[in-house]
């Protein structure tokens, strides 16, 4: 069959890993879309260019240099793209630890290519490789769920997998027939079967990389929309379309309770201390606000210091769990100073707690309410929880 003869195969390949090379530099030059990662791809699928090519161009060459070129080549393929696969999920995998797998593996394929035992150099640039694949799996399995969606997450995983896989089956393969690698060697070309598995992958590694780019960068434009870029809390837009789809689910009988919240003094920490120590100010009580709230709670900020907290009662809880909840967040604020540049400022702010109204669509009434309950705590001496008396009920 045509379609199945190795030199086409290897030619889309060639063609592949041009036009990809091109896209991930076009991406990385003119879009500025994770620059250095784009350009650790096109390295990917130049390197693999370079040492796959199109078996016409190798065929006249020393079976030494073209067998160096596709064992360094993999194994250099396989390094940056493990760079870049690191640099795209901003993990914490270590620069050495590619450098160390890699360098092993090269070392191990110099020395089985220096002498006559190209079994050496095939091995240890299989398990180099394989190293390699599953350090990408486990970076990636680490992110998703976390970092990553999960459908990103698994997309991503399949190719690395696969590659895994394949190192190990060529392994086995090694070290059950040791004379499969001088057979190769002597031959100038790949089998159809190994050089189509090998487009495949390189073909799903690719698109699924890009998808996880454009759902990087899909995020990134959530985020700039919906979050406060100085405390990463909702802006003011994303908190009133969350109040306005709370309040839907009021009628339905999903209640939720509402904590203002205003830092206390704020001014003096600007006045004092710089814009800076202010901007520190606010990213520190948001810090400590998140991490005391559940998942399911929202915090925004409304503006300047003043936040809002909207907080989804479980059935048969009332305002006075809300009323704790504002209380854990004050008392999280006040037992963590703000360390900044060798100063401890210690901090405080004041809530206001209320129930929103069933019917009021926009969520204004609940919203007037606790800003009350806030200006109340104010007067009272800040620092502390004041909460509204349910309309129509006793507190
Ligand atoms: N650093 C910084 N300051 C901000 C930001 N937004 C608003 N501010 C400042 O926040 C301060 C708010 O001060 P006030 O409304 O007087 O409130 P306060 O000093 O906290 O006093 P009380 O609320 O009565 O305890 C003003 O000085 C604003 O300039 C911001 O994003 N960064």
Redesign the pocket.
């Known amino acids: 069959m045509d379609f199945l003869d190795v030199s086409t195969i290897l030619q889309v390949s060639a063609l592949f890993n041009l036009m990809a090379a091109l896209a991930w530099l076009v991406l990385a030059q003119s879009f500025r879309i994770a620059p250095r990662a784009s350009r650790l791809m096109a390295a990917v699928h130049l390197t693999r260019l370079l040492t796959q090519g199109c078996t016409e161009c190798m065929a006249g060459w020393p079976a030494l240099l073209r067998d160096s070129l596709t064992e360094f080549g993999l194994l250099g393929c396989l390094a940056l793209l493990l760079l870049a696969v690191r640099r795209m999920l901003r993990s914490r995998q270590r620069a050495h630890d590619v450098a160390w797998v890699s360098g092993l593996g090269a070392l191990g394929i110099a020395v089985g290519l220096s002498q006559p035992a190209t079994v050496i150099a095939a091995l240890s640039s299989t398990a180099a490789a394989t190293v390699l694949a599953a350090l990408a799996t486990r970076e990636v399995v680490r992110c998703a769920g976390s970092e990553l969606s999960r459908t990103v997450g698994a997309l991503t995983t399949l190719p690395f997998i696969a590659m895994v896989l394949m190192g190990l089956a060529h392994g086995a393969e090694l070290l059950t027939d040791p004379g499969w690698a001088a057979r190769s060697m002597a031959s100038t070309s790949p089998s159809a079967a190994r050089a189509s598995l090998w487009l495949l992958i390189t073909v799903s590694t690719t698109l699924s990389l890009i998808a996880l780019m454009i759902w990087r960068v899909v995020t990134r434009i959530q985020h700039l929309t919906y979050r406060d870029p ?1 405390t990463g809390a909702l802006n003011r837009r994303a908190f009133e379309q969350a109040l306005e789809s709370a309040q839907a689910q009021l009628q339905r009988g999903h209640g939720f309770a509402l904590a203002m919240i ?7 920490i ?1 006045d004092q201390h710089g ?1 800076q120590a ?2 520190a100010a ?1 990213q520190h009580c948001v810090r400590i606000w998140q991490a005391n709230l559940r998942e399911v709670d929202r915090l925004g900020r409304l503006g ?2 003043e936040f809002c907290a909207l907080l989804p009662l479980a059935p048969g809880s009332d305002l006075s769990s809300a009323a704790a909840v504002a209380e854990r967040l004050r008392t999280g604020l006040a037992a963590q100073p703000l360390r900044w540049r060798g100063l401890t400022m210690p901090l405080s702010a004041s809530f206001g707690v209320a129930l929103p109204v069933v019917g009021d669509a926009q969520g204004e009434i609940g919203l007037v309410r606790a800003d009350a309950e806030l200006y109340r705590a ?1 007067t009272e001496g ?1 620092n502390r929880v004041c909460v509204a008396t349910p309309l129509g009920g006793t507190p």
Do not use: V
Request: aromatic share 6%; no cysteine.
């Open positions: 100085l205003d830092i206390d003094h704020f001014k003096r600007n814009h202010g901007d606010l300047g210091e104010k800040r």
